[in-house]
């Protein structure tokens, strides 16, 4: 019972020609520009996060008992169905590994002499580098398979107990994403400058993951009700919506000032180094200061009044630059290593433009296979408004009536 | 009592011993000091005095029974002693426990070959901060001290004690681990296999321009001075004892309890140029910054420029072998700035990036090779 | 007639318009079904009123006095500590050279850690909707300001001139004016822990006027009227002032969140602004906050069980609160064990060596046992909390809640004094040996502590009645 | 001040006590629609939707912690950074006058202090919150009793018509009074 | 509270306010020794020395522009010309009587500053700031009092104004201009002072 979303074939097209178009950069740009991996790196990452933000979405809410956002459940569900084809793909970054991470150079230069000492020398090599990113990717896709397959199965049989089976599945996720997303973070951006580490870095990495997904959340919920689905969304869930990537837009300025400020105090080489790359040029500068304004500052002071968080389009023009920033924040964790000023080229639009698409794609085909109202979850009522309790009552199945 | 002798003894640390010869037997507790001979075991002479005042009286235990007049000279060594341990241990009032450098380099040493070669240590990276240095518009005054000369005797230590109203704060409280000393000789053994080597370095504030101990204090009792200095102004110290925390060379002296005593004789003796420290107050080595004033003082009266030299701080006045040597960094022409363009002159502890005013000049060691020279071993101490 | 009839029409048209626009506006929520009722059912609002005011009526147990005085010798001890170290000075306490800060500041991390549990429960629970905190705010808000007053006492206790503590608060002088240095994260600590204190005490006051009006109007003894009277402001219920009221609590609460996160950030600074190895590090904000309230909830469940046993507050504190405690504790206590990890992994991926060997020396150098009780106790206890055997039995849950905070006491210890008593030159590597005056602050602040908490018991209704009315109603739907 | 308050003029009125929420909600949703003034409901706790019920408007106190807050930020960072970098400017460590990423922990907690204190404080004093206050208590309202206030100061005030309607909604009691402090 | 019990407030906060202004300098900060006016064992004059007769300070403090301190002159210098000038009265027996017993006069000293404090006359001096600057209208007074504070705002507000460098074109200080009397280089560092 696939439904298109969309309302239209027009929509798919333009999507799979962005598709194509991303396809067709990354060709060039794989023959062309030195930059090709890196921006590779950066978009794929960019939309693999905002998959695994909606998975931790959706393992807090379990966990937590909220009812609140049972309405719409089924977006970040659906976002989730994007994290195997966005693992496979991230994987394609073998292939760079040469441009990308200096360890792998069999011979070190002077400078990366200290990745001699024993334990760096044996984390950071290839087969195992590869080898725990297959793992961690696979360990994600398949608890997100499972919560998944719980939370479909409740819409046909009305069980309880896919409820309290997502709370346990969740709760292991979020205990195992912890641990192999601090690492993968390590691994797959900080290790781009293998000398320098901060111990914040997989906090930091998770709070702009957990910040842009739920403005995706926001975007795409935004795009489904104004379509006419999700008739149980209202003003309730656009209001806390806002406030929860207010908060984690905070989380994130929280781990940035945290992360920033303790290496611009102690002042020590191994770390300076790295702000010392992104801020010592103008370009950079601009790109550090922009990053904060527009991760925190700018969607901050947008959402701080209580009608704009419940306003369609302000919501949309904060979640944006939420997005923006977040894409930007990536940019300048990756790109500051190797090249000593901002510019942004054809590779790297249509990379963007590429997996955006192609992000899209994939959560279009998952949101149209199943019910975009999880019809049995006990949770349901608390979600809705007073006024949509009729609708709710409606699509029940029978066989969920007795708990 | 050298680290073999002392198990052949079997005898540990601390544990007092009776040695005794031919009637004469004193007691006296057990330091193990690598590098000394397997068999032999000083014992210095000079205790246990008996009318010897406040200070001296019955401290230690007198050595000179030991010593015999024979053909006209005194001789120093006796033989035949017997070591007999017993069961009394008592706590070594000493300034340093850990005697390894744990392979830190922190001494840094190089061979005649390596020397005469010209290539010593790595051209240190540039090392970059957040922000834009301050500059010293008159004064940079820096130090630098060769390792190569330093014989470890002291000197620099007690007349930085004498000149900056030092108290002396007793045995108790230097096993408490709070000695005073705003210098101090670090000595290290390491064991290598042809023996011990024993390495010495004076370490006192090195008055770093990106000085770790500025920054934390809340009161702006240290901060720096437009000459390079770190700056420590004990009035406005209420003593959170941050700094001491954060300064990686533990440079940084606490008052622990009122030291000075009012004695009206006793502080005559003290130098009215520096404050005497009242309790909860931390203080530290000033670059003898009362002697750079009056220099500065004396010389712009003058209406001339200081001289490279003028200023001398007491510890490289009383060194004997010149191995200190301050003056102004500013100056490309003092003997200071000359001596930091050196091969051999390195920054302890670089990698922390705090561009200190003291540096060392590497030690040149000529063991175990066949250019001249004999084969070093011992401690001076 | 017609006319008429078309009134009468247009009156009932009328009424069922106006039937519907007032079910409209009193449609009360709808919960899941799977929600269980937070209180005990029976409970109705007067039950409320008698059982927690009443608490306040009767006078003091013989189990409470017995309590208060051993409470108050500790804080004697405490005093006799406090007084020496001032008279002779810091030589008192067993640092040296090398290790300039030790108990002291371990107790006032551990302290100020307590403190976040209240204001977590009262702010962070309250945005985030979590109905259960209503049983618990008022004696974990109460607890967060004693713990910060303990707290507070250690960083003036510490200083080598602790009369001039003042010294640290930016105020125009006759030093030329001689400011402050606003890079210092002891100034900062100053700011947040005021601030932290300021805004908690005025949010618990705020939550405790309706309350303290409950007091006022049953009081019968004169004394009694009159504190509850100067205290409830006049309060009268009235809608109008609850819906500033509720605002201003909003407010407040959102404020608190941040501000929470702050204050253990900030404490977390004093640390990692700083270049000793096993300080210096940027994970110690996130990780000290979520060890913060870590160790204050296993302090709140600590303090609550007794409460409720001796003050028959079963109904109100179920032991589905203590489960949701016992959940938090768990979740905190994983990002502390993770935070460990971390600071493990990067040690050795660092390539540093000064970082590794600070790991090396914890884990086997003379403080080796601290390191593994902290380890244990912080990082492996709480886990057991995965198991809802440990989350309901109450005797587990209070062993383990103890054994966290001895853990994160520890904490503290091993990251202040393993990272100083070996850092860069070993010619200064020392060792911290704790004298009796340490001793005797350590056990004095727990003194205080109690001391005060006894009291609060005895002065004010220990349980938010307001907000625990304002839960009841699912009992009765 | 005093003056504008409106539950500090002298009117007669008319009070009905309720014994749950559910009730005095409905009541005084109903009163308000047929027309009735209602000077103000007092309850024990707060009930969610009662300000829709009465027709409050949205209080604008959010609006002056934000204010409050700017305040406090404005002042550390003037504070700060004319302490540190303009009034007695000190090399402190290397690090430059105006180390502004180190002034944000102070930025931070003088805003949420401000914040904190002025919205509170205009809480109290808007609701003449104070130690000297001298308001009506009704009795119970800070127990177990739900009380609707009636507004009863001119002539189109029907009794009868309350009556009926607090008969409706079950009132305990029904008292009437002259002086409304 | 009613209205009355606020005017009162209000009164009493305006008596208390204007009391504390009006007699601000009764509370004063500890070691505020402003004004102090000791009875010295000598009654002696500076007004009839320094003023009258116009007697250069540097005759008798003749340290001050060589040294940290300005001295006290010795019982000796006094009698340059007492030896002349009144040696019969009674103030100068008591000098007499002290150089014939061989003690010094215990002058009580006026302008003191604490031991935490350096301060160097003779660099001040040789810069030509008058003795008046910190001390006051020594030449008017008949008995020596205190006429400064001596805060560290009052040291610091001053070396902060005088606070200029000149660089020569080498970007060198200019070491020379310090003479003109009108150029200084007072430091702000807190170890000019505190040492």
Known sequence: ?403 | MSPNAASKAGVAEGQVVRLSKAGVSIEIPVLIQPGQSDDCVAVALGYGRTKAGRVASGVGANAYPFVEFVDGTFRYEAEDVSIEPTSTFVELAKTQVHQSAEGRPLIMEYSLAEFVSGHLHEESEKQVDLWKPHDFPEHKWGMVVDLNACVGCNACVLSCQAENNIPVVGKDEVRRRREMHWMRIDRYYDEKPDGVTTRFQPMTCAQCDNASCETVCPVLATVHSSEGLNMQVYNRCVGTRYCANNCPFKVRRFNWFLYPHEDAVANLALNPDVTVRTRGVMEKCTFCVQRIEEGKIHARNEGRPIKDGEIKTACQQSCPANAITFGDLKDPESSVSKLRHTKRNYVLLEELNLRQGLTYLGKVRNDGETVGGEPKNGSSL | ?477 | MRATEPSEKTVRYAAAFFDNEHDLMAIAAEARLRGFEIQDVFTPYPIHGMDRAVGLKRSRLGWIAFVAGALGLISAILLQVWTSAYDWPLNVGGKPFNSFPLFVPVMFELTVLFSGLISIGVLFMMNRLWIMSKKKIFEGVTDDRFILVLKQEDASFDTEKAARLFKKYNAIKVMEGDKFV | MSLTTLKILMILITIIGAFLVWQSRTFRIYGDQLGYEPIQPINFSHKLHAGDNQISCLFCHSSADKSKVAGVPPASTCMNCHSQVLPDSPEIQKITAAIAENRPIEWVKVNDLPDLVAFNHSRHVTSGISCQTCHGPVETMERLSQQNAFTMGDCVSCHRTHREVTLDEAGKPQIAREQTAQKLMASTDCSVCHH
């Not at chain 3, 300080?279 to 302090?299: D, E, N, Q, R």
Request: hydrophobic share 50%; charged share 15%; proline share 4%.
């Open chain 1, 1 to 403: 019972m696939a439904r298109n979303v969309l309302n239209n074939s027009m929509g798919r097209g333009i999507l799979l020609v962005a598709f194509a178009l991303g396809a067709i950069g990354s060709i060039a740009g794989l023959m062309t520009s030195e930059r090709f991996w890196f921006s590779f790196l950066q978009n794929s990452l960019f939309v693999l996060t905002l998959a695994l933000g909606a998975v931790l979405f959706v393992a807090f809410k379990s966990v937590s008992n909220a009812g609140w956002a049972t309405a719409l459940r089924r977006v970040p569900e659906a976002m989730m169905g994007y994290v195997p084809i966005g693992g496979i793909l991230l994987l394609l970054v073998f292939f760079g590994r040469y441009q990308l991470y200096p360890w792998t150079n069999p011979v070190p230069s002077a400078h990366e002499a200290g990745l001699q000492l024993g334990f760096k020398h044996a984390w950071l090599s290839t087969p195992f580098f590869f080898g725990r990113m297959i793992v961690f990717l696979a360990v994600w896709s398949g608890l997100i398979y499972l919560m998944r397959r719980a939370s479909f199965q409740q819409d046909s049989d009305g069980d309880v107990v896919h409820t309290k089976r997502r709370k346990a599945y969740s709760a292991i996720f979020i205990v195992v994403f912890g641990v192999t997303f601090s690492l993968a973070s390590f691994d797959w951006i900080m290790s781009i400058e293998p000398m320098f580490y901060s111990t914040i870095f997989g906090f930091y990495t998770i709070s702009g993951t957990l910040t842009s997904s739920a403005a995706a959340i926001t975007i795409l919920v935004i795009f489904l009700k104004k379509r006419g689905f999700l008739p149980a969304v209202g003003e309730k869930h656009m209001h806390a919506l806002g406030q929860i990537v207010m908060g984690f837009a905070t989380f994130w300025a929280y781990m940035w000032i945290s992360q920033y400020l303790l290496i611009y105090y102690a002042n020590l080489p191994e770390e300076t180094i790295y702000y010392y790359r992104r801020t010592s040029s103008s370009g950079w500068m601009a790109v550090f200061i922009l990053n904060l304004f527009l991760n925190w500052v700018i969607p901050f002071v947008m959402l701080l009044p209580r009608q704009v968080k419940m306003n369609a389009k302000w919501m949309v023009a904060a979640c944006t630059i939420v997005l923006a920033g977040h894409w930007l924040d990536l940019y300048a964790m990756i790109f500051p290593a190797f090249f000593g000023s901002p510019i942004i080229g054809f590779v790297d639009v249509a990379l963007t433009i590429g997996f955006v698409a192609l992000f899209l794609l994939v959560f279009i085909k998952c949101i149209g296979c199943e019910e975009l109202i999880p019809r049995n979850d006990p949770y349901l009522e608390e979600s809705v408004e007073h006024e949509d309790l009729e609708l709710v009552y409606q699509l029940r199945t029978e066989t969920a009536g007795d708990i």
């Open chain 3, 1 to 477: 007639m017609a006319a008429v009839f078309r009134d009468i029409e247009t009156v009932r048209e009328e009424e069922i318009r106006l039937q519907s626009e007032i079910d409209r506006i009193t449609a009360h929520p709808v919960y899941s079904p799977l929600r269980e009722p937070l209180i005990d059912e029976s409970k109705a609002c007067s039950d409320v009123t008698n059982d927690i005011s009443g608490l306040l009526e009767r006078p003091a147990s013989k189990g409470w006095w017995i309590l208060f005085g051993l409470s108050f010798s500790l804080l004697i001890a405490g005093i006799v500590a406090a007084i020496n170290t001032v008279y002779f000075g810091i030589g008192t306490w067993g640092l040296n050279k090398t290790v300039g800060w030790a108990f002291g500041i371990t107790n006032f991390v551990f302290w100020i850690g307590i403190g976040h549990a209240g204001t977590f429960i009262s702010a962070i629970l309250y945005l985030f909707g979590q109905k259960w905190r209503t049983s618990i705010n008022r004696s974990a808000e109460a607890m967060t300001l004693i713990a910060v007053m303990c707290a507070g006492i250690f960083p003036i206790l510490h200083m080598g001139r602790p009369w001039l503590f003042y010294w640290i608060m930016p105020y125009p002088n006759t030093r030329g004016s001689l400011w402050v240095n606003f890079r210092s994260p002891l100034l900062w600590d100053f700011f947040a822990i005021s601030t932290y204190f300021t805004i908690s005490l005025v949010f618990w006051y705020l939550g405790l006027v309706p309350d303290l009006a409950t007091a006022r109007d049953r009081a019968t003894n004169k004394a009694r009227k009159i504190f509850y009277t100067v205290l409830s402001l006049g309060w009268n219920g009235s809608n109008r002032t609850w819906s500033r009221y509720e605002t201003v609590y909003g407010v407040l609460a959102a404020l608190a969140t941040p501000l929470v996160l702050s204050v253990h950030s900030i404490v977390s600074f004093d640390f990692a602004t700083s270049l000793v190895p096993g300080w210096h590090s940027t994970i110690f904000p996130p990780y000290f906050v979520a060890g913060a309230v870590f160790s204050g909830f296993a302090m709140v469940t600590t303090l609550l069980i007794p409460v409720r046993k001796v003050m028959h507050l079963e109904g109100y504190i179920t032991v589905q609160h203590l489960d949701n405690m016992c959940k938090i504790t768990l979740l905190t206590g994983s990002i502390v064990g993770l935070s460990y990890l971390t600071e493990l992994f990067i040690g050795f991926y660092s390539g540093n060596p000064n970082e590794i060997f600070v790991i090396l020396n914890r884990m086997g150098g003379p403080y080796a046992w601290a390191y593994w009780i902290m380890f244990s106790c912080n990082a492996f206890i709480p886990q057991l909390f995965w198991f809802k055997a440990f989350r309901t039995r109450i005797p587990l849950i209070l062993s383990l809640c103890i054994l966290v905070n001895v853990g994160m006491w520890f904490e503290r210890f091993v990251i202040i004094v393993t990272s100083l008593h070996r850092d860069y030159l070993p010619s200064s590597w020392a060792i911290f040996i704790p004298t009796l005056t340490d001793v005797g602050l350590l056990v004095g602040s727990f003194g205080l502590f109690f001391t005060a908490f006894l009291i609060f018991l005895r002065l004010f209704p220990v349980i938010s009645m307001n907000e625990v009315k304002g839960v009841l109603h699912y009992a009765r739907d």
